[in-house]
């Protein structure tokens, strides 16, 4: 079922989720959901509170990047990258900051430049409540860190300057209210 994205100026994307466990409510289901509404929206990464859920658990699919030549060299691994994540907790970041052009599916026409460390060590549970403790590096890491930004309450927005928050303010406010053009289910703040 594809479930509508809670817009920027919704109070659950402030929220900092919480722990789940394995037998939270039709976890698969939520998840095969996350999934649909993710590619209905063509995105490459979705987190709870996006679908108005204040829970520790995103998804991510950058399989779509594997074609983009920018990333040629690191192609096959993107090609087979689709991960569930619960309740993570990022141990480390470390590397190089790099600033990348991000967007995000709660804030439309949106995209500006955003720095984060090239590299992080996450801790977390997959589908199946195994325990994983990884490293990523490049893209991988990237969209990992803005998809768990989601569930600290963190958008990608207050990483931005604050000249770069002020040329944006007028959109995000035509945003809360609904006054913006897109081709996937939202949900605006009343």
């Given at each position: 079922?594809?479930?509508?994205?809670?817009?920027?100026?919704?109070?659950?994307?402030?929220?900092?989720?919480?722990?789940?466990?394995?037998?939270?409510?039709?976890?698969?289901?939520?998840?095969?959901?996350?999934?649909?509404?993710?590619?209905?929206?063509?995105?490459?990464?979705?987190?709870a509170p996006q679908?108005?859920?204040?829970?520790?658990?995103?998804?991510?699919?950058?399989?779509?990047?594997?074609?983009?030549?920018?990333?040629?060299?690191?192609?096959?691994?993107?090609?087979?990258?689709?991960?569930v994540f619960i309740?993570?907790?990022?141990?480390?970041?470390?590397?190089?900051?790099?600033?990348?052009?991000?967007?995000?599916?709660?804030?439309?026409?949106?995209?500006?430049?955003?720095?984060?460390?090239?590299?992080?060590?996450?801790?977390?549970?997959?589908?199946?409540?195994?325990?994983?403790?990884?490293?990523?590096?490049?893209?991988?890491?990237?969209?990992?860190?803005?998809?768990?930004?989601?569930?600290?309450?963190?958008?990608?927005?207050?990483?931005?300057?604050?000249?770069?928050?002020?040329?944006?303010?007028?959109?995000?406010v035509k945003i809360?209210?609904?006054?913006?053009?897109?081709?996937?289910?939202?949900?605006?703040?009343?």
């Open positions: 079922m594809i479930l509508p994205i809670r817009a920027f100026g919704d109070s659950v994307l402030r929220k900092v989720g919480k722990d789940i466990d394995k037998n939270y409510p039709d976890l698969q289901e939520l998840i095969d959901n996350m999934f649909e509404t993710m590619y209905s929206a063509n995105g490459i990464g979705l987190a679908i108005g859920l204040d829970i520790r658990l995103f998804i991510v699919d950058v399989s779509p990047l594997a074609e983009d030549e920018d990333y040629e060299d690191i192609k096959d691994e993107l090609a087979e990258f689709k991960k309740n993570a907790r990022i141990l480390e970041e470390s590397g190089e900051e790099w600033k990348f052009n991000e967007g995000c599916l709660s804030i439309p026409d949106v995209r500006e430049d955003v720095k984060r460390k090239s590299t992080i060590i996450i801790e977390y549970y997959d589908e199946n409540f195994v325990k994983h403790t990884e490293t990523f590096s490049d893209i991988r890491a990237r969209v990992i860190q803005h998809e768990y930004d989601h569930i600290e309450g963190i958008l990608f927005t207050d990483h931005l300057s604050a000249l770069k928050k002020k040329l944006v303010k007028g959109k995000l809360s209210q609904g006054d913006v053009s897109i081709g996937y289910k939202m949900r605006f703040p009343k």
